[in-house]
């Protein structure tokens, strides 16, 4: 079949994305031959083998997946990466920008059976996001939404759901939500990685620049509106965490949320040695071009890391992360390395001391604490860095919210050798309890429930 593209992707139902060329003739190859006619549905489900719930899932990702550069995507790779081996996966992946053939044939190689569509909107540049803001900037929805809505993934969409080509769709972050239809006739899941309300008004409420600070207010008001109504448009919500949860249903008490956490690849973060206090490194991990690190390297350089180096003159910070803002590269100095893009930043976890976690604005969960603490490195963070995640303070890291408190425990870790192994040991297990195999579980089994909940045959 012809793979989407821009012009003419093809929104026939028999055109399944999952059909086999040369099927060996067992009963999973039985299914997947079904699976290219959607008609065959009652077939496809008197065939399924006994405790078997095999589902064929669309995954509708705003902007390219690859590469797994930042937390949410992460999250959504490796979630990916786990259902595809018991279920049907199809990725719909659509970006903006330069058409790019190696993304396309390279995230069809990591995930078979994906599909892509480039919009050819404005991407990138710090000015072509102006002038896309300003186009936008009359729209009911908020920016971070509307610049993620397109025509033809909104027809593609509509046609797949309209035939119920798939057994449940995931609409993966509320950018992507307007590209689906309002009556949604498949069951399907919004998959919230953050409260993306209370992201927007907390950076409104620590920017300093007065123009930026109206334009977080603006965004903070249009995205409590558009969350709240999405959030009761879609038939389940997946949060990552129940203070997540509890902050959504607070918006809507009548919406089904469920959280499943954030998990960690322990194959790749394995427990490393501990590392030497001499000259100590410590270490920030992050995309460096998101406003919440940016401040928080930014407070981190300016009112804790010089208390830091007062006690250890020798220590040297690194912020290790891709695509530092200029704000951030000015940040340098020779006791401060700003890394940028790595080819990996486990080398860097290996090699630290501590790793800190500053940030003073934030949503959804923290996935490079789990990473830290699978590598089984002390962790030293602020109550919102933290937030979400199944820790508790002064047991598997140090939670510290002003400046003086939060380098008073680095220092401390940095003198106690013994009290830092504690921290490192008890991280460590902690990290070992959420590999992503068993959070993708977690999560196929809420689709399932979705599925039940919704099916129109039950209904």
Known sequence: MTRPHRAGISANPAEAPNCPSVPAFHAAAVLDMIDCFPALGAVRKKLQPAGESRLRILWVKAGKLLPVDTGGKIRSYNILRHLARGHAVTLLSYYGGRKDPAYETEIR??????ETIHTAALDGSALAQSLDYVRLVFHS????VTKFTDREVKRVVASWIAARKFDVGVCDFLSASLNFPATLATPTVLFQHNVETALWQRMAATEPNPAKRMTYKIEAYKMAKHERATLRRFHHVIAVSEHDRQQMLAMDPSC??????????????????????DPPRIVFLGSMDWEPNIDAVTYFCRDIFPQVRAAFPSAIFQIVG???????????????????????????LRDATLVVVPLRVGGGTRLKIFEAMATGKAVISTSVGAEGLDVENGRDLIQADDAAAFADAIILLLRDTALRHQYEQAAARLAARYDWSNIAQQFAAVLQSACCATDPAQS
Do not use: C, M, N, W
């Open 141 to 144: 929805a908020p920016f971070a």
């Open 256 to 277: 089904t949320i469920t959280v499943v956490p954030t998990g960690v690849d322990t194959e790749k973060y394995t427990v490393a040695s501990p590392a030497t206090a």
């Open 109 to 114: 190689r990591e995930l078979p059976g994906a």
């Open 322 to 348: 891709r695509k530092p803002h200029p704000s951030v590269r000015q940040l340098a100095s020779d006791f401060i390395e700003v890394t940028g893009t790595v080819p990996s930043v486990a080398e860097y």
